[in-house]
Structure formats: C-alpha cells, structure tokens
C-alpha cells in the first residue's frame, strides 16, 4: 500500500476518535478536540491526492477509498449535528442521498464498462464547502465552550444556514453528475 492510501486509511480511522470528541460532552473543551482531529483529517485529503498525482501512485483503490474516505468523515459530523440540534435532518437527508446515488452511479458505471467515474469540479466544490462548514460549526461551538460569545451570534442558527448551504450545492452538483455521466445511466439494463 503506499502512502497516500495509508493517509485515507488514516482518515478513515480518525473518524471514530472524532465522533467520540464531538458527542462526549463530559470531555471538557469537546469540540476543540473534536475540531483537531476533524482539520487533521481533512489535511490528509489534501495531502494524499497531492503525493498521488507528484509521485504518481494514483490507484484504482485510491480513486475509491478517497471520495468515501470524505463522505464517512463529513457525513459522521453533519448527522452528529442533527443530534446536537446544529442541523436540519432534511438539509442531511439530501447531503446523504446525493452521496448514495454518486457512489451507486460510481459503481454501475465500473461494474458495466469499467469506467472509474472521478470527481469532477463541482464534487470537490462540495467537499471543501462541506468540510469548511464543519470547521466553522466547531469553531464556534468550541469558542462558545472557552468564552461568552455576544448574544448577536447564534451557533444554531449559522450551523443550520452552513448546513443547508451544503445542502444547496450538494444537490447542485449531484445534478450536475447525473447530467455529466449520463451516458453512464443510459447503458444500464
């Protein structure tokens, strides 16, 4: 295995100790915790697909593991956040039913022609907003754990926006990926 599938291997298992630092409450500081580990995680995304393309180790496993690598992390905080009453349900239902019909979109299209369908623009788009979303919902719940906040900034009402701002171009760019790869869906029996 090379290294940078050992960094999405490493993502992948950064995302239990998140979710233990995002949801225990009795952690004193959680969420600054929880933020760490979630920018470190999120820096190994950056830095795999870089060393891939540098050193060219790009991989079949790796074209797979990374995007999924990316949903597990992402979609762990956001359905985390419903239960931190930080997001809507319905904004995470649509996050979540994009990312199973891309990755089923994904894998018809690999199945049928062995074609690896990679991410394209917009998909990245809504990764790094979805990941800076996250980021800034820690950020502030973090901060709102060390000092008094003003009352004029309401983390549940920015958390939510964040949220359904992650929504809007999740929905956006799946769209776009059925409109991309149609021709992909056109040759299912």
Known sequence: ?????????????LV?????????????YNFL?????????????????????????VTTFGKFL????????VLSAMICFIQLELASSVAVVIVI???????????????????VIPAGFLGKLKTVISMVSVIGILVLSGLAQMISLPAAIDIPAISHGLM???AGITLISGIWYVVRNWDSIGTMK
């Open 33 to 57: 915790y929880a933020l760490a580990i979630f920018i470190a995680a999120s820096l190994t995304d950056l830095l795999d697909g870089y060393l891939a393309r540098k050193n060219n180790q």
């Open 1 to 13: 295995m090379n290294t940078p599938n050992k960094l999405t291997m490493l993502r992948v298992m």
């Open 97 to 115: 039913a994009r990312e199973f019909m891309v990755t089923s979109l994904r894998l018809v299209a690999v199945s049928g022609s062995g074609k």
């Open 16 to 28: 239990p100790v998140f979710l233990v630092f995002l949801m225990v409450s009795r952690i004193p």
């Open 164 to 166: 359904w701002l992650c």
């Open 66 to 73: 990374d995007p999924l690598a990316d949903k597990v992390l």
